[in-house]
């Protein structure tokens, strides 16, 4: 089916998506306990096949689709990777790499390049190498990004290093930003933590205080005066201190279709946590089907949105924020993102951020019983 065609009794197609957001495995040698993953995490076993995803790549590549994310899970747990970055490429679409980095050796590294990726967004836990290996669970991790940086930069590709703030290393934001700019990073996220998931979870242990956040986005602003032109630097705010929500995947399915392990087809990675939806998966649908169905067009701009968003002029800016925040927080997927003080739910958000200001308690690591290699 063309994406152009739609579905009897559907409207109009909408814009094809932007992005694809291949999320390959949930296998990953690292345990962080703000991982984006679902707590159920899904085995090696339930996995889409090779061919199913080169279908998919097709696809993606016929719909209009720009970009092609290849993440996790650690991606490079699948032993088809190359050959998945290879198709995508072939199909004309930007490919991007999101890697913990820890198994990026010199052959990995030559066979991407050879498939035609184009950049690696490469992630690190903290500055501090034992709290970097203390928070991903994994002795020596510092040290294999390390090496991994010189691998991509040896290869010429752009690159994207992740800092994922927390309450334990909000104080090293800036020593982060050093570290980037002789890395000679292209970019640099310096994103808190989101709490879905593993970070929902371990909330009480990760959320910052406000007086951490309010010190970190100084230090962030400030460097971004320094490295105008130099280093592109893309900050992300937790959103239990903010006055506004975020413009959740620029907006429930309207840029990316995310696809889970086993073929499952989501508008953002934490909204399988969503009761009441039957999300099409790959397997059944084609990519234009998915784009078209009535998950994804069920909270799709703003027909859907109840008051304050409703008449409000952020309407198209932030669409009414996370609909898995709404419902994590309230029960409710269908309302107003509770990180918006015009929400009468808001006062759940400031509840909670008094968790930032209590004791931390020990981490509860996220676990895959297996790493085993497909
Ligand atoms: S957040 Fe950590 S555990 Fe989760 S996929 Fe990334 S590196 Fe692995
Ligand atoms: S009321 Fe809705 S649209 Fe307006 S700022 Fe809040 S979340 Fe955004």
Redesign the pocket.
Known sequence: MNALTPLPGLPAAFPPPMGLIAELTHR?P???P????PLALESASAELDTENWLRVLDEAAALGVLQCHFT???PMARRDLTALVRRAAEGGMYTNLIT?GVTLDDRAMAALKDAGIDHIQL?FQDIDPAENDRV?NHAGAFVKKRAAIDRIRGAGLPLTLNFVIQRHNAGRVGAMLDFAEAMQAERVEIAHVQYYGWGLKNRAALLPTRAQLDDSTDVVEAARVRLRGKMVIDYVVPDYHASRPKSCMGGWAQRFINISPSGKCLPCHAAETLPGFDFPSVRTHSLAEVWESEAFRRYRGTDWMPEPCRSCDRRELDWGGCRCEAFALTGDASITDPACELSPDHYLMAEAALESGVASPPFIY?RLKALARV
Do not use: K, W
């Not at 703000?34 to 993953?37: E, G, L, M, R, V």
């Open positions: 990953c690292l345990q962080c703000y991982c984006s993953n996790g899970g650690e913990s992630s991903g996220r």
